[in-house]
């Protein structure tokens, strides 16, 4: 039998705080209502050079270091996020490069929030099923630049930031006990984001504003009704799986959207709300890199300890949601600072890494004749003109 451990975490969180009283000055909304009705105080935003990848790849960076993990030992990468900047490479083979993870593949999944669930879930699945020996996932976002800073039903939630865990295979019993994953896309519609270039025909109309968009649509009652109609079951259901009953769980770390949906379920499954652990009041929603950014948290203040077992919960967009329960039985190794120093200087000998490889790549197209992309571009625009052929 193989079990799947988590052995390293880390997050990444850009400096930049929006607070509610900043949020005042730009729509028609209150500190008093943001905090009451979500339990958000600020969130962070990523800067001009902040992106999906360089957020992740810093999660990443501090999750392997605590795990002391080579990044070369690493067998997969998954990224969750619903903000990547492109839809191909994806955010993870990014993410790879940049670590110099040489011998792991890597590929992004699409779940919205409740993404780190179902990335924790497959990358579990895949080590217990000797397929893999070690993981790192990854939840990412950079909400920010998707929402409507007009619509204050919106804007005041999200905020951007990353998450990450490392896996590893083991004989010894533990880790990853049991996940749960569902989806009802007949609730797409409730919260959606629009890709305008695949299609010019977005699913639900309100994501564009003035031309300008898309952005996060959400009708937000609805999938109020729907987190709190699904958290409560998933949570027993995957419990029930692992074969515990709920006295057994030390602590619940849940998608981090809005207190009162958490309070409702704390009620629904008669637990004491200090069961679950929240963050959301300083960071708002992160979406697929809430569950992540909690847990790094959690285990900062000291409040997992060895043999509890915890439980991850994700809802949101697809509609979808999942969960996951985990006995967290790591200690940490204590990695020397010399060795974490030489960490550092092996990130930026892979950057090089990267640009010669590119570099030599356009070389050896050049000494071959292809043309260069400047070449192709100039080319595309003497068509043009020739001919009103598009580019
Ligand atoms: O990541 C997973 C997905 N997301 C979620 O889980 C979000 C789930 N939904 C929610 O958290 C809540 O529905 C919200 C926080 C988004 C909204 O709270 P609500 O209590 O459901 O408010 P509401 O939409 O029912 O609106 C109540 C009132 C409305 O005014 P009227 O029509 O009653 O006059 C809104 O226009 O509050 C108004 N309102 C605001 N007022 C001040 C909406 N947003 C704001 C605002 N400031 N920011």
Known sequence: MRYAHIVGWGSYLPEQVLTNHDLAQ????TDEWILSRTGIRERRLAGEKE????????????????????????????????????????????VQDALGATRAGAF????????????????????????????????????????????????????????????????????????TLRSDGSGGDLLSLHNTQ???????????????????????????????????????????????????????????????????VAKKLKLPPEKFYLNLERYGNTSAASIPIALCEAVQEGRLHPDDTLVFVGFGGGLTWGAVVVKWDVTPPDVSAVKQRLRQARYVAMRLRSRARRLLRRFMAWVGGSPTPKARLKDADRRLEEGGEKR
């Open 198 to 264: 695949i299609s010019s025909v977005p699913f639900i109309g309100t994501s564009y504003v003035n031309g300008h968009g898309p952005y996060i649509h959400m009708n937000g009652r609805q999938v109020f009704r729907f987190a709190t109609s699904v958290v409560a079951d998933a949570i027993e259901e995957v419990i029930k799986k692992a074969g515990l009953q709920l006295k057994d769980i030390s602590l619940i770390v849940p998608h981090q959207a809005n207190v009162r949906i958490i309070d409702h």
């Open 51 to 94: 992106t999906v990848t360089t957020m992740a790849f810093n999660a990443a960076a501090r999750a392997l270091a605590v795990a002391d993990m080579h990044p070369a030992r690493l067998d997969m990468i998954i990224v969750a996020t619903s903000t990547s900047e492109h839809a191909f490479p994806s955010t993870a083979s990014l």
């Open 108 to 179: 992004d999944l699409s779940a919205a929030c409740s993404g780190f669930v179902y990335a924790l879930s497959l990358a579990a699945n895949a080590i217990k099923s000797d397929a893999i020996d070690t993981a790192v996932v990854i939840g990412t976002e950079t909400l920010s630049r998707v929402v409507d800073w007009q619509d204050r039903a919106t804007c005041i939630l999200f905020g951007d930031g990353a998450g990450a865990l490392v896996l590893k295979g083991s004989d010894v019993p533990g880790g990853v006990l049991a996940s």
């Open 26 to 29: 730009m729509v028609d909304t």
